[in-house]
């Protein structure tokens, strides 16, 4: 049996799990895909492929039966290019780690951490501090945070913040039930009706039809003035041309944007996240698509994907299934 | 009734005004920032029954008909208490514990997930110096990480409260024997301090200064620590030794720190002063803040409230709430 990592991503997950493989499993580490159309062979051999993406100009591979995703998004991934009888897996992990972040933020948000941690270090201001009096800063108890796309990483948010005294709303496209903390799943359809209810937002949904360009000028008008915007999904959720107005003219209080509408390249690897400057806004916290990138979310993935190999050399059921062509 | 609001808390008029804003009882009500005025504290002091002040200084003026002394803040380690007449009531305020809870989750979360580093990083246009889209180093996170909490009061069950949904062990260390250990699942004395701190991937310190709790926190303790481990302090700066915390942190001898209690604080003559004599501020493994992990909006009202319950049940001579001692 073979099996070609290919990619970056793949690389490094083999050198993970290599100690994890089953016996006999004959393994072809691509790190650079563009290096694929050189060693032909090991597509065409190929049963198990480990790898984020692939495209339909990639060498033939009609033996692959396992495709396995080292991320949980597939969008890399051209279906139609594979063959027949491919069962396509993806890989989580990460969920807890990315709802961490969204706690993280909304509290980051409410308590002007940034502001107040960076002034108070930098030239030693106390003017927020309960010594001075200074103007209080908020805080998340008693708030409402909705939570859009109640999916797995969802469910994990409001767990984590149902303890705080957080109202906690949510939408979603299918219906779901409220676990307890949940007061609400409203269908993604009535999202107008609970933004209105919300100091915080955070976007915890896929891409899709449905979701792109989802939050736009209207709805941005929609929230609690001074509500916060949190975006963990993809940068393509939110119109980017109306945040960008909507945080420089305060029309919201502030965001957490951590997924962005355009990504570096081996060409411009600092290519700025946006084609405004975000950067430049002060109540903007702004970081490089790492919300999940924890060293525990590595581990519980690497252990996913291991275990799906195995189960395929052993002929087991899978896990993580989103497909089989 | 006579009440006197007094000093950089109670003497401040937003405060004062907001404190009387919640107030029914009817209150003659005078303010003075100045503590070192004596020329108005002198007659002030005559007259008040009630004092609203954190502060309750040796060498006060007279105060003969004083009955209630009311802090608008939980410790009173700036109150003097011998130097009060006899039978003065000395209350404090809660409400701050919630607003101090978040503070502690959102900076063990912060230096877990390096959000100060890679915010600002990024903010210059660096991918790399998070993982993911930008290829860099993976950050940590807090599931599974040992929580002690090293004075196990109110403040501590709030934060144990937070913690569980995170999937975290909370562990305490207190004085006395703890009734209620909340989410918490196993609470030290104090004295065995040394066995717990060796298990914490976080230490809080949230005790109150006392004999007892005076650079609790010195090197030897430092170093019972895990090399990983996160110091958050908002207890207050003399529990913990100035130099052997600096030490430690510029050595790496611990992870890092959270400080929101200082040393020494700032003065009219010197508004930006730093909070120690050693320069913590340049070390990158620290995240500081001016003493404001309560400084929120709700705390400020709760804390108010409590003030205002307190003026108006003394009023109607009722039973006084966060009763903390009578003279």
């Known amino acids: ?325 | 009734m006579k009440t006197l609001f007094l000093g950089s808390f109670g003497g401040r008029p937003g405060i004062s005004d907001a404190i009387l804003a919640k107030t029914t009882a009817k209150i003659d009500a005078s303010v003075l920032f100045d503590l070192d005025d004596t020329q108005r504290l002198i007659p002030a002091l005559a007259d008040a029954e009630i004092v609203v002040s954190h502060i309750w200084k040796k060498d006060f003026p007279e105060a003969p008909r004083l009955k209630l002394l009311q802090s608008v803040a939980a410790g009173i380690d700036l109150i003097d208490v011998p130097s009060l007449p006899a039978g003065v009531t000395v209350c404090n305020v809660a409400g701050h514990e919630q607003a101090i809870a978040e503070y502690v989750v959102m900076t063990m979360l912060a230096w877990q997930h390096r959000l100060l580093d890679i915010a600002a990083a990024f903010r210059g246009g660096v991918w790399s110096t998070g993982g993911g889209a930008g290829g860099g180093p993976t950050h940590g996170e807090i599931l599974g990480k040992t929580i002690g909490i090293v004075g196990y009061g109110r403040i501590g069950r709030e934060v144990a409260q937070r913690m569980v949904g995170f999937g975290c062990t909370v562990i305490g260390a207190n004085r006395s024997p703890v009734a209620d250990k909340g989410a918490a699942s196993e609470i030290y004395p104090l004295s065995e301090l040394d066995r717990m701190l060796p298990r914490c991937d976080v230490v809080v310190i949230a005790a109150g200064l006392g004999p007892e709790t005076t650079r609790l926190i010195d090197a030897g303790r430092l170093g019972l620590m895990k090399p990983s481990a996160f110091v958050v302090n908002i207890g207050r700066a003399a529990i913990i030794d100035e130099e052997a915390l600096y030490n430690a942190l510029k050595d790496n001898r611990i992870g890092g720190a959270a400080i929101d209690v200082w040393w020494q604080y700032p003065t009219p003559a010197e508004p930006n002063r730093r909070g120690s004599q050693l320069p913590f501020h340049d070390l990158p493994n620290v995240i500081m803040t001016p003493h404001c992990s309560s400084a929120t909006d709700g705390a400020r009202d709760r804390r108010f409230g409590t003030v205002a319950g307190n003026l108006d049940r003394f009023a109607r001579g009722e039973t006084l709430h966060n009763v903390v001692l009578t003279t």
Not at chain 1, 34 to 48: F, K, N, T, V, Y
Not at chain 1, 220 to 227: E, I, Q, T, Y
Not at chain 1, 250 to 276: C, F, K, M
């Open chain 1, 1 to 325: 049996m073979k099996a070609l990592f290919l990619g970056n991503v793949a690389a490094d997950t083999f050198a993970g799990i290599e100690g994890e493989l089953p016996p006999g499993l004959d393994s072809v580490v691509i790190a650079d895909p563009q290096e694929l159309a050189g060693s032909p062979a090991a597509a065409a051999d190929a049963d198990i492929l480990v790898s984020n993406q692939w495209r339909a100009d990639f060498p033939p591979a009609p033996r692959l039966r396992l495709v396995q995703s080292v991320a949980t998004g597939i969008d890399l991934v051209d279906l139609a290019a594979l063959p027949a009888g491919a069962t396509v897996c993806n890989a989580f992990g990460h969920e807890t780690a990315i709802a961490e972040f969204i706690v993280m933020a909304m509290l980051a948000l409410h308590h002007r951490f940034f502001e107040i941690a960076g002034e108070f270090r930098e030239r030693g201001s106390w003017r927020s501090s309960w010594v001075e009096s200074g103007v209080p800063h908020g805080e998340v108890r008693g708030s409402t945070l909705g939570i859009v796309g109640y999916g797995r990483v969802g469910r994990e948010v409001a767990r984590r913040a149902a303890p705080f005294g957080v109202r906690i709303l949510a939408a979603n496209r299918t219906p779901r039930d409220a676990e307890p903390g949940v007061e609400r799943v409203f269908p993604l359809a009535d999202l107008d009706r609970m933004l209105p209810l919300c100091d915080t937002v955070a976007l915890c949904t896929a891409l899709g039809p449905e979701t792109t360009g989802l939050i736009d000028a209207r709805r941005l008008h929609l929230v609690k003035p001074g509500a916060f915007l949190i975006n963990i999904s993809r940068g393509q959720v939110i119109d980017e041309d109306a945040v960008y107005a909507a945080l420089r003219d305060r029309t919201i209080g502030g965001a957490a944007l951590d997924v962005w509408w355009q990504y570096p390249d081996a060409a411009e690897p600092n290519r700025r996240g946006s084609r405004h400057p975000f950067h430049e806004l002060p109540n903007v916290i702004v970081t490089p698509h790492n919300s999940g990138w924890t060293g525990g979310m590595v581990r519980r993935r690497w252990d996913e994907i291991a275990d799906n190999i195995n189960r395929f050399a052993r002929g087991d059921k899978l896990i993580n299934v989103v497909t089989t062509i």
